[in-house]
């Protein structure tokens, strides 16, 4: 599935959703089905610097040029706005990361506006780091 096509079912589930409250709940449940990493990842190396809640992020590059992403929260919301980043870009390829606007995709969709000042941070380290490992796929992929 490519982003768009994940950024379109994503939107759509948001377009049912009259206001901020009903997406703060759906966001909720989405953290619920996120899967857990297993303890031993949950390391000060993988750790996303810049969240106030304690987030951990794995990103491995896989044979066919694709990165999967998992990662975990020890808070609710912040665990719902993990699955949805993985949804967006778990088996996606670095230029493809790179190249979509995830932070006009959160404002469209309602998440970014509404999310306080110490979440938006948290959330943008954690794309900050997605993109990192991306750029460095592609260093990796070029050698």
Known sequence: ???????????????????WEARYAHIIDLGKSNPPL???????????????????MITEAKPERE??????????????LIAILTRLYSGESPDAILAFDVH?????IGVADALTAQRSNGLASMVSRIR???ERALEAQAT
């Open 1 to 19: 599935m490519s982003i768009e096509t994940a950024a379109g079912d994503i939107r759509d589930e948001f377009d049912f959703l009259d206001d």
């Open 132 to 134: 990192a490992d991306a």
């Open 38 to 56: 297993e303890p031993h990842e949950r390391t000060e190396e993988t750790r996303v610097r810049g969240c106030a809640s304690q987030v951990w």
């Open 104 to 108: 006009g995709f959160l404002k469209e």
């Open 67 to 80: 990165l999967e992403i998992r990662a975990e929260s020890d808070a609710m919301i912040v665990s719902g």
